[in-house]
């Protein structure tokens, strides 16, 4: 199994905490976003994906990109250590957190939109800051109220035990810090970040462990 992606692309992030912990060996290919204009826009990239993103996965004949389809795929191919609950309604709660995450705050602030933000609309680097912090400061606003309120949480999203949530959040949370948005607000959110923070597959996934790392 190989997975092309980059240290500190949130997609990927989320794609390598789940291979951890459903004890999938994989081959990390580093896709450097910046270096030269950014290698996801070279002609042998944008032939494996023509969306010039990351992550792309790829397991045998099997080529996927979009990060949580590569989740679903991997829930279903390899259903040994799950990371869905049981139930119905507890599995549409998990994709709905994964969902607010993925699809509505880190769209926001991922490298595209930002260099657009500067390179053709010309923001200042403290409308850039600006913009970031209010992206994530309303999702994490949401989410926090949902982890409070729910009463489903634990040490985990859902629970003890990491699901498809805990793999959105905790890239999420780095980009946060990254960004130097405070997390004070955000007590449930922090927490279950410092929880996961001493599981192995979420250290061995974080940025810094990558062959790429910065």
Not at 47 to 60: I, K, Y
Request: proline letters at 7%; aromatic letters at 8%; a negative charge.
């Amino acid at each position: 199994m190989q997975l092309h992606g980059y240290s500190r692309s949130s997609a990927a992030y989320r794609v390598r905490i789940a291979l951890n912990l459903k004890g999938l060996p994989f081959d990390s290919l580093p896709v450097h976003l910046t270096r030269g204009g950014g290698e996801q826009h070279g002609g042998a990239y944008a032939a494996l994906n023509p969306e010039r993103l990351v992550p792309t996965l790829q397991d045998g004949d099997t080529r996927l990109t979009q990060s949580l389809a590569i989740l679903e795929y991997l829930e279903e191919q390899y259903p040994s250590t799950p990371l869905l609950p049981a139930g119905v309604a507890d599995r549409g709660w998990v994709r709905a957190v994964a969902a607010q995450i993925a699809c509505d705050a880190h769209p926001l602030n991922n490298l595209r939109v930002l260099q657009y933000l500067e390179k053709t609309l010309g923001v200042s680097a403290e409308q850039k800051s600006a913009w970031i912090a209010h992206w994530i400061t309303q999702a994490f606003d949401a989410l926090e109220t949902r982890l409070a309120r729910d009463g489903r949480s634990g040490l985990c999203c859902f629970g003890n035990t990491p699901t498809f949530a805990d793999c959105c959040l905790v890239p999420q949370v780095f980009s946060a810090r990254r960004f130097q948005v405070p997390l004070d607000p955000y007590p449930d959110i922090v927490r279950i970040d410092a929880h996961l923070a001493t599981v192995a597959a979420f250290q061995q996934a974080a940025p810094a462990a990558q062959p790429d790392a910065e």
